[in-house]
Every structure is written in C-alpha cells, then in structure tokens.
C-alpha cells in the first residue's frame, strides 16, 4: 500500500500500446460524460469505446487500476471521470498521475445493481503526453444531490468533515459533513416515519474516506500518518477521487487529512452526597486467578494483557469517584480471591481505598460473564441480601440482573440492580428475534421481554427493604427510542439524563454511529433525589487501537469500548 504517485510536470510522448493484440485503429473519442450517462449505469455497457483524458490517481497496485479524467462535457448531471481496469490477460500501461492518455476498452459495471461503477476494460492505451490542463477538484461544501454525478472524479470538501471512527482492517474512515452522525433509534423511535427521516439524513451527509487500496490491514494509512483520531475529530479540505465500492460512496484520499483532533475530556463532575458509576468492562477476564489460564474464552489473550487491561479500567474508574459501581461483563467465575471480580476490587483498593464486592452466592446466573456491584465501605452500607432474577429471556440470553439495597449514613433505603440485556448480534436469532429491519437488530423481542419482567420484578420488592427508590442501570444494548427503553420508560421508569436534562447523551459508537446502549432509569419516588449524570467520553470516541490489545496508550483511554457513566444524589 503506498500513496499516490506525484504528478510529473514534464512526461515522455513515447505511445505504449497495452494490448498486442488490440486494433491499429481506435474507435474515434468519446467525452467521459457520454459514457458515463445519467443515472446507474452506463447505456454502452458491452461496447467497446475510447476516451482520452488526464490519469488524476494512479491505485494500479491497490485497486488494480487509475481513474482517468477529461475536461467535462458541459453535462453537471454527467461524470467527466472513469476507472480503468485490465482485461483478462492485459497488463496496464505505466501511468502516473498528471499524463494524458487515450484509452480504448469495453464498457463494464462492477459491483450490485443498483450502486455499480463504470470501468473500462483497456484493451488499447496510448500515450498522448502531460496533461496540458490537470483537471482542477470539484469544490463541495455540501453533501452532494447525487454522488453518481461525481463518479471518479476529483473533489475537494471545503467544510470541515467529522471523522466517526477508523476501521484500520480495511484502511477506511466514516467521515460526515454536519457533525456526527447519530443511531436512527437513539433519535427516534424505531421504524417510525422519524427514524427513517434520521436514516436518510445519515446516508446523506456520510462519506468514506478510504485508503486506495483493498488490502487488509494496512500498517500505514497515508491519508492519517500519525494514524487514527478521536471520533469527534474534523478534517478540512479533504481531496480525494469519488469511487464506489463495498456497497458506500467514498473518497479515495490522494493527500493526508488536515486535521483538527477531538480533545479528550477530563472526568466529570456531578453534584450529590452519594455517586454512582455504570460502566461496561469488555469481558475482564483473569484465567485461573494465579498468573496462568490465558487465553480464556474473552478478553485478555495473555497475563501482560490482563495487567494492562486492569491498570486501564482503574483508571478509569477512580477518577470518578464513586461510592458504588454497577459493572458489567465480569467473568462468571465466582467470589473467592482468584474470582475476576475480587482481584478487579484489590487493583482498586491498591491505592488505598475500600471497595467491596457485592457477594451474591453464585453467579448471578451461568452467563460466561455477569454483572456486578462494588461499594465503598466508608460511604455506603448494603441493607440485607442481594436479589437475583432468574428464568424467562435470562436463562441462555440477558445477562441474570443483580439487585441490592444499600444506605448512606442514617438516610434513606435505595437498590441498585445491575442490568446487561442481549446484544444485537444475530447468531440464532429467529422468529420476533430475528431483525425486523426497523433498525433495532436482533433480539429486540429478548431484550423488550427483559425489560419487562425487570420492571415487574422490582415493582415486587425483591429486596425484601420496602424500598421504592430504585434504580436500573446497565448496558440494555438498546437504544433510546427502542422498545426496551420505551416499555421501561411507559412504566413509570425516568430516564435519568433527560431528568438532568444533558442534552445528546451517548456512551457508544459503532459503524461511525453515536448513541446510548448504556442507561440509568430513576423510579417515581427516586427522580427528585438525582443531582447530576454525567458520561465521560473516554472510551467510545477512542481508536481501538489505543486499548491494551494495541498501543495501549497511557490512562484510561479506550480501557473499554464503552462509557462509563456517573449519576449524583442527595440521599
């Protein structure tokens, strides 16, 4: 994978033919456009034809072509552009960015109907010398009506672009004009007329910026030399070629990005004599509990690994300074000393504190990971045994929810319950589990029966306190306007950040999309006790390669590919 060639000024007339066999004569020049057509796909597909223009990037090693320009048409609903592609057995001519050439090949489109790309097949190539013109970028400070129109031609973006996060197996970032783009049923509820108004302004303003090349795992990105940036990030004057491929409009960048990075957010604040944090760990973890059992069935593949991965997550978690912790995929490994659980609590106490660990007996359930509750001794007492809801959807699918009472000082009773519905993921899923196409994924009836029988479980005073400040927190692996949350929330169920009044909340990015899987629900009697909420955005804006897998950066950064959150009470 390297850049793109630089454009020579001063080029040999040499003619190079690309085929042996190809006719003496060419067909008599056709301007881009006129191949190109309005609409799809060309009318020529099959014919041979021949174009001359300016080769604006040569991606023959990535791409297994170059795109050819000429001066235009006249026809803005025309491409003035093409890609070049050999034939069966015809290597491509020598080209560098900047010469002129006339091409003879046969009409092709590559890719699904309807979103495919004009080619030319070469079969004939000729020199004609240096670009007496090289074809000047189209200027863009807007989405473009119809990126068909644009198809392999050279533009610049004058308006700053989000970059929503880098895929570094493929070499491609998801790039928007406008700001982020949002999960459709963060914004609106799922598979209403509003969500799929979300999802065409979403298609709209996004763009990929790509790489020029379809190799895996590139060790370089050209277009990002000091490698990925926070999803938050712009970069202005983005330069590139239009293509399509793996199903999305982008740009092959042929400069790096000028780039104005996201600065990492300090640890919130938030008001109240008693915290609370919420956070996902991403499977820690331990082995056997004695320096040895890696790798296990998720997380850490070695002890250096795990070490990293801990020293992350305390990081993460001090600065917030909490008095109780609602976590998420724990190993299921029980509560000894080797527990992942009970040596996640000594790294924390490491420095001085005292956290302890919610003991449940077992489990809860037999979910290779599970939640968990973490207190501070000095700050909180828990108030009898903890309560576990078993059967129904948390039997193989939703992780067994955790409840405990707990009180601070001589004041009110309140629980907790930990919570970690099924994710979206579709492997068995079938029936009303099976993805609905109304954006909600899989599983959605699993996870809307969880929240369910939730609500009705702690509505029965599982805890045993008569205690109607309740809380729910948790990964729910919904998003805001999903049928989870609604049930939840039609149940008399506050959410926690609308009462504080945050404005876009969002603890996750995934596919360059931003929104909440991680929520806080306050009951009637609990509501006006909340002080604050707050998420700290130190995870899911961050490059996966800044975990301890990768590069494992210094701090707290991606320690998780979730957000924690924290939540501020008077209690």
Not at 67 to 74: A, N, P, R, S, V
Not at 83 to 104: C, E, K, M, S, Y
Not at 543 to 571: I, K, Q
């Amino acid at each position: 994978m390297s850049p793109n060639r630089p454009l020579l000024l001063s080029l040999s007339l040499a003619a190079l033919c690309a085929c042996a066999s190809a006719p003496a004569r060419a067909e008599a020049p056709l301007k881009i456009g006129q191949v190109q057509g309005h609409g799809a796909g060309s009318a020529l597909v099959g014919k041979s034809v021949t174009v001359e223009g300016t080769v604006t990037a040569d991606f023959r090693d990535g791409l297994g072509g170059f795109f050819l320009q000429d001066e235009g048409d006249g026809n803005d609903g025309t491409s003035d552009a093409v890609f070049v592609t050999a034939a069966p057995g015809t290597p491509l001519p020598d080209v560098h960015a900047g010469q002129r050439w006339q091409i003879t090949g046969v009409v092709n489109e590559t890719g699904r109907a309807p979103d495919t790309v004009t080619t030319l097949q070469l079969s004939q190539a000729r020199m004609l010398g240096p670009a007496l013109v090289t074809p000047r970028p189209k200027v863009l400070t807007a989405p473009p009506t119809d990126w068909a129109a644009l198809e392999g031609m050279r533009v610049r973006i004058d308006v700053p672009l989000t970059l929503d996060g880098t895929d570094t197996r493929f070499g491609q970032t998801i790039a928007s004009f406008g700001g982020r783009l949002w999960a459709p049923s963060e914004r609106a509820v799922a598979g209403s007329p509003a969500m799929a108004a979300v999802i065409a302004d979403n298609a709209r303003r996004r763009i990929v910026l790509d790489d020029g090349s379809d190799a895996r795992d590139p060790k370089t990105l050209p277009y990002l030399p000091n490698g990925p940036v926070r999803t938050g990030s712009t970069a202005t004057g983005v330069t590139g070629i239009v293509d399509f491929r793996h199903d999305a409009w982008r740009l092959q960048v042929t400069q790096p990005l000028k780039v104005e990075a996201a600065a990492r957010p300090a640890p919130p604040q938030v008001p109240g004599n008693l915290k609370i944090a919420v956070f996902n760990l991403e499977n820690l973890f331990n082995g056997d509990g004695n320096g040895g059992g890696f790798p296990t069935l998720r997380g850490a593949k070695t002890l250096d690994e795990w070490k990293a991965q801990v020293a992350k997550l305390v990081a993460t978690l001090t600065p917030l300074d909490a008095d109780i912790a609602a976590l998420m995929e724990l190993e299921n490994d029980g509560y000894g000393p080797q527990s992942s659980l009970a040596q996640f609590v000594d790294a924390l106490n490491a420095t001085g504190s005292d956290w302890r660990y919610i003991d449940a007996g077992s489990g809860p359930g037999d979910n290779p990971i599970r939640v968990g509750l973490i207190y501070r001794a000095s700050k909180v007492t828990p108030v009898g045994k903890p309560a576990v809801l078993e059967g129904g959807p948390f039997v193989e699918h939703s992780r067994v929810p955790l409840a405990q009472a707990f009180r601070r000082g001589t004041g009110p009773v309140f629980v907790v319950a930990a919570n970690h519905f099924k994710s979206k993921g579709c492997g068995q899923a079938a029936g009303s589990d099976a993805d609905q196409h109304d954006g909600a994924g899989c599983w959605n009836a699993t996870r809307t029966e969880s929240a369910r029988r939730v609500d009705a479980w702690l509505k029965s005073d599982p805890t045993g306190q008569q205690a109607t400040r309740t809380l729910i927190v948790g990964d729910l692996n919904a998003y805001a306007q999903e049928t989870p949350l609604v049930t939840l929330r039609g149940a008399g169920w506050a959410d926690a950040f609308a009462v504080a009044k945050v404005e876009s909340p969002y603890s996750y990015v995934y596919d360059g999309q931003t929104g909440r899987l991680d929520h806080a629900l306050l009951s009637p009697a609990l509501t006006p006790h909340l002080k604050g909420a707050a998420e700290w955005h130190a995870n899911a804006d961050e490059p996966f390669g800044d975990g301890y897998e990768g590069a494992d950066v210094t701090g707290p950064w991606r320690s998780s590919d979730h957000d924690p959150m924290l939540l501020g009470f008077d209690l």
